[in-house]
């Protein structure tokens, strides 16, 4: 479990983890606690002298939210891994499976969530990933967290989904990868603020994982950075062409998961307009990490604003509006193999 200044909310996962209905209470548990300032610390002390199977790491510095994930799977000693978040909540009535898949020793990697925010009837590998992007919501076979994996996943904290390079090696480098997918979530996802008063802002949790760190020496890169921008970068890390594609096309970080791609290129670009002040290296970022044939997509949405005539993006094309009534057509999914939804 991994943790920062969070220590209300802690103490209730922790509550959750130790429980008597928990099925977990007597597996080891290591909390890392990334030098918090809050009382955590005596906290986990106080945790820790009636649990003997709980250990606490307490580091001497902070060295960030996607760092200590990563020390997380490196610390991993035993045949699975599963790293929590310190402000989730469980339903352990799904547990029974995702046990009895754990037992059949068949599964390298074994999802705790089924569908999060959105719910696919049949999940495609794109799905998959957005799944795995919420870090508790996969157990991990840990020889699949190789020297080389690791490395990787280190090169890619500042991108926010470093923990994705493990789970799409396994579900699409590895060939042969077998997982397993509940059919409904044990982890609850919970987006409050510390005390508990109310739900994040979308603003707050975009810094969630800068936490601890000062604003003035924030690497630019590190500033800029959010979601969206993150996971297309990681996605590389996929080595068949076709099958990246499909992940990051599919992935989409945000609820309009299942309308036009065009409408999602409109959302990050107008969500880096609005939040990172249209950071030209996010733009950049972004769109020279989609796909070839989506390239063109991105870039009219970014231009949109500024372009002296209007720009239609639904149903895989892409049309330049003239005085509001003549379209010229210079996109259409369909020149690259596609099918325009609904036939």
Request: hydrophobic share 40%.
């Amino acid at each position: 479990m991994v943790t920062y200044n969070r220590r209300r909310a802690l103490g209730h996962t922790l509550e959750r983890v130790l429980a008597g209905d928990s099925p977990v209470r007597d597996c080891e548990i290591t909390v890392l606690d990334n030098c918090s300032t809050d009382g955590t610390r005596e906290l986990l002390a106080s945790v820790a002298a009636g649990h003997p199977n709980l250990t606490a790491v307490n580091r001497r510095r902070n060295i960030g939210g996607n760092a200590n994930i990563v020390r997380a799977f490196e610390s991993a000693s035993r045949k699975y891994i599963w790293v929590l978040c310190d402000d989730d909540d469980f339903d352990w009535s799904q547990w029974p499976k995702v046990e009895e898949a754990l037992a059949s020793d068949a599964y390298d990697l074994v999802f705790t969530v089924s569908r999060i925010a959105r719910l696919a009837d049949s999940p495609d590998i794109g799905y998959l990933a957005f799944l795995a992007g919420f870090v508790p919501g996969c157990i991990y076979r840990t020889e699949h967290i190789t020297g080389d994996v690791l490395q990787n996943m280190y090169a890619m904290i500042h991108t926010w989904y470093p923990h994705c390079v493990l789970s799409l090696h396994i579900m699409c480098n590895l060939k042969g990868g077998v997982f397993f997918r509940p059919d409904c979530d044990v982890v609850i996802r919970k987006l409050e603020t510390e005390d508990g008063s109310r739900e994040m802002t979308q603003e707050e949790n975009d810094k969630t994982l800068l936490r601890g760190i000062s604003e003035s020496l924030l690497h630019p890169d590190m500033r800029r950075m959010f979601w969206h921008v993150g996971f297309v970068k990681v996605a590389q890390i996929v080595n068949d062409e076709a099958e990246r594609a499909k992940v990051i096309e599919r992935a989409r970080f945000n609820e309009d998961w299942a309308g036009d791609f065009g409408r999602y290129c409109e959302y990050v670009a107008n969500y880096n307009r609005e939040h990172f002040g249209g950071s030209v290296k996010n733009v950049f970022d972004f769109m020279l990490n989609l796909p070839k044939s989506k390239r063109l997509v991105f870039l009219m949405a970014v231009l949109r604003p500024w372009l002296p005539l209007f720009v239609e993006l639904r149903d895989g094309r892409v049309e330049l509006v003239l005085f509001w009534k003549a379209k010229i057509r210079v996109w259409d999914r369909r020149w690259f193999g596609g099918k325009a939804k609904g036939r």
